[in-house]
């Protein structure tokens, strides 16, 4: 029963990733055929992060109230009804209407299943249920790509996945008695998670078991949410705007730019399942550290006068890069903070890293509307330098500790 219910849980977040790379690939077609500004796309994204934000705020009484599997399920039930009125509406303010419920159904599953398998499942666990919302990813923009070569309708490509997402609310409705059964067979492995890579830095702050009042205040908090800020912000970016920079300024077609849309999906993918299996022999700190520096390097590319093909490298090493930095850095939140505190700031983390996503690729669309989608590469290398001195910061106050211990 164990292998199933895990994927079902797969399967739920691969129903978490299809949405969000759906309207970056389809912007550079929506905006003609909506009557909306380019910049448009970034109001929707704000939309659709908002209501993620509340959403995942809300989901702890929510879980507590309806349990982890009515939520899964009506959040996904969101999402298909929200799809589906994107390949129906008429025009911008509809999608405005509708990017609500979308925002709000993906919240709430992001934020219940990634309690659910930090407290029930193992390390390399979490890195893979993260591949398979790469997955996700990876499957929308082809979707889309197929549908705007072959049938020139964005709008098929909307149905399509809604009628995946519908697809996917019926296995969850027949698999619903398998959550409460699932807990009550499984203990709660989050203390047990990697302890030999762990033990060095659960002293590290001296919290473990130490539940403090403003969790804000512990050392090293508020650099890590900087990184989740500048991470979810810079993922997001490429996501949406990726496909309009290829189109704008690389002159790639919009068939062909969704593609490669999906290759950096793909990068994200096929990175987090390497990283569920080096995660039983690297540090997370060393594979968040090197993610961060290949991204850097697909940055470069993008920022240097190359042929446009080349820019493919650029995308994928960018979702290559990243593929490990966020579910390493959940996963190392108990263990760098206190598991007395990891619940609370697990909330924090996850509301600062919606809040990038919400902010920076709007920020973004403003400033390629009054300049130009030519300083798309900028952005991003800029957004990913951040982020690495953010996740360095936290590493300082390590080593500081790690010292002060010795």
């Known amino acids: 029963m164990a292998t199933w219910f895990l994927i079902v849980i797969y399967l739920a977040f691969v129903s978490l990733g299809l949405p969000d790379s759906l309207l970056g690939s389809a912007w550079p077609v929506m905006w003609p055929d909506m009557g909306a500004s380019l910049g448009s796309a970034g109001i929707l994204s704000m939309v659709v992060a908002g209501g993620t934000i509340i959403s995942s705020l809300a989901s702890g009484n929510l879980i507590q109230r309806l349990g982890t599997g009515k939520v899964t399920l009506i959040s996904c039930l969101l999402t298909a009804g929200a799809l589906l009125g994107f390949s129906m509406a008429p025009f911008m303010f509809w999608l ?8 709000l159904g993906a919240g709430a599953v992001d934020a219940a299943l990634n309690h659910y398998v930090a407290e029930n499942y193992k390390a390399h666990h979490m890195n893979w249920l993260h591949c398979f919302w ?7 923009p082809i979707i889309m790509s197929y549908y705007i070569a072959d049938h020139n309708s964005w709008r098929g490509g909307y149905t399509a996945v809604a009628m995946i997402q519908f697809a996917l609310v019926l296995i969850l409705f027949v698999t619903l008695p ?30 473990e078991g130490n539940v403090k009042t403003n969790v804000l205040h512990i050392k090293g908090v508020k650099p890590s949410l900087i990184a989740f800020l500048f991470y ?3 993922e997001s970016t490429v996501g949406l705007w990726g496909a309009s920079y290829l189109v704008g300024a690389r002159h790639i077609t919009a068939e062909t730019a969704a593609g490669w849309i999906s290759l950096y999906y793909g990068g994200i993918t096929i990175g987090r399942m390497i990283t569920g299996f080096i995660t039983l ?11 961060q520096l290949v991204a850097i390097a697909g940055g470069g590319i993008l920022l240097l006068p190359l042929p446009g093909a080349l820019s493919l490298v650029g995308f994928i090493l960018i979702g290559l890069g990243l593929a490990p930095i966020y579910p390493g850095l959940l996963h190392e939140t108990p263990t760098r903070f206190g598991r007395g505190n990891s619940a609370r700031l697990m909330g924090y ?6 809040t990038g996503t919400t902010f920076l690729p709007p920020l973004f669309g ?8 030519n300083l798309f590469p900028f952005v991003v290398l800029v957004f990913l330098i951040f982020m690495l001195m953010s996740a360095e910061g936290v590493n300082r106050i390590l080593n500081q500790r790690e010292k002060v211990r010795n």
């Not at 405005?96 to 925002?103: D, E, S």
């Not at 790469?134 to 929308?140: F, I, S, V």
């Not at 203990?187 to 762990?198: F, G, K, L, R």
């Open 96 to 103: 405005v209407i509708l990017a609500i419920p979308l925002g």
């Open 134 to 140: 790469g997955l996700g990813a990876t499957m929308g």
């Open 178 to 207: 398998l959550w409460k059964r699932s807990a009550a067979c499984h203990e709660p492995v989050s203390a047990q998670n990697d302890v030999q890579h762990d033990q060095a830095e659960s002293v590290l702050l001296q919290t």
């Open 232 to 234: 979810c912000g810079v």
């Open 281 to 291: 022999k690297v540090h997370n700190r060393v594979l968040i550290r090197c993610g």
């Open 349 to 354: 983390q996850m509301a600062v890293a919606y």
């Open 366 to 373: 403003i400033i390629a509307t009054q300049t130009s989608i």
